[in-house]
Nanobody, 114 residues
Framework: VKLVESGGGLVQAGGSLRHSCDGS????????MGWYRQAPGNQREFVAS???????RYADSVKGRFTISMDNAKRTVYLQMNNLTPEDTAVYYC?????????WGQGTQVTVSS
């Protein structure tokens, strides 16, 4: 399974960015998709997820600021990030879930300057 991420970049505090993750090359459908992030010196942490029923979950730290959505047919997941803060600076990883397996994207850097 190859997940191709795009988006990310450098933005000032209060700005917005949008990530996308394309899993259309997969030969099977996913049970859901999500986003994780890892800041320097920290462990990878959960950000948001969505399943094929449209049920979403968010980390408390991003609720009200980030929105996850998924195009089931395209096997693509999006993450709209608004009102970014320097604490959101991290490498963001796309994840796709199938049964007990999790597949990862290559990661994209998000840097928020104060």
């Amino acid at each position: 399974v190859k997940l191709v991420e795009s988006g990310g970049g450098l933005v000032q505090a209060g700005g917005s960015l949008r990530h996308s993750c394309d899993g259309s090359g997969s030969i099977f459908s996913f049970d859901g998709m999500g986003w994780y992030r890892q800041a320097p010196g920290n462990q990878r942490e959960f950000v948001a997820s969505i399943n094929t029923d449209g049920i979403v979950r968010y980390a408390d730290s991003v609720k009200g600021r980030f929105t996850i959505s998924m195009d089931n047919a395209k096997r693509t997941v999006y993450l709209q990030m608004n009102n970014l803060t320097p604490e959101d600076t991290a490498v963001y990883y796309c994840a796709a879930f199938h049964g007990l397996s999790t597949y990862w994207g290559q990661g994209t850097q998000v840097t928020v300057s104060s």
